[in-house]
């Protein structure tokens, strides 16, 4: 049997409080996927529950504004640079920059979320299979989808 595939799922929210993104991470986590779920950490934030994932949090300087997501890039590319992963997930916009770098640096499948649409148009897979998968586990009435 071969290796587990991996995702590393980057969002720039704070992780316990965004439940879709959660929802995203379970979803590839009952794929079979490994999954890592990268996000920020506010001087304020919860601790993040249990979860059947792993979490990575940064700090950073910066809490808003272009300092702040600049920031935020630069950190996440070094930490995707130094991370093995199969497939980068992009939650979102704001993250999508050091995820495509990476991703044509070390030849590893890009996706991307769409914020604020409806299934089936949850993300768009320049890969393909990790659609049909999500497709055909939302047709099976998961609970993540």
């Given amino acids: 049997m071969g290796r587990q595939k991996s995702v ?14 959660h929802r995203t991470a379970l979803t590839f986590h009952e ?10 950490q506010l001087p304020d934030s919860l601790k993040v529950d249990e979860r059947p994932y792993k979490t990575k949090r940064f700090r950073l300087i ?6 702040f997501y600049a920031a935020y890039n ?24 050091a995820n495509f770098i990476v991703s044509k640096l070390k030849g590893s499948k890009l996706n991307r979320g769409l914020q604020k649409r409806k299934f089936p148009n949850t993300f ?22």
């Fill in 31 to 40: 794929m079979g996927f490994r999954v890592l779920l990268v996000g920020r």
């Fill in 62 to 67: 910066f809490t808003k504004g272009p300092l």
């Fill in 74 to 97: 630069l950190r996440l590319f070094f930490f995707l640079v130094f991370n093995r992963a199969d497939v980068l997930f992009s939650n979102d916009l704001d993250t999508l920059p």
């Fill in 8 to 21: 590393i799922v980057s969002v720039i929210s704070d992780l316990v409080t965004d439940q879709r993104v």
């Fill in 124 to 145: 768009y897979d320049y890969s393909g299979p990790i659609l049909d998968q999500w497709c055909k586990k939302c047709e099976e009435g998961s609970s993540s989808c």
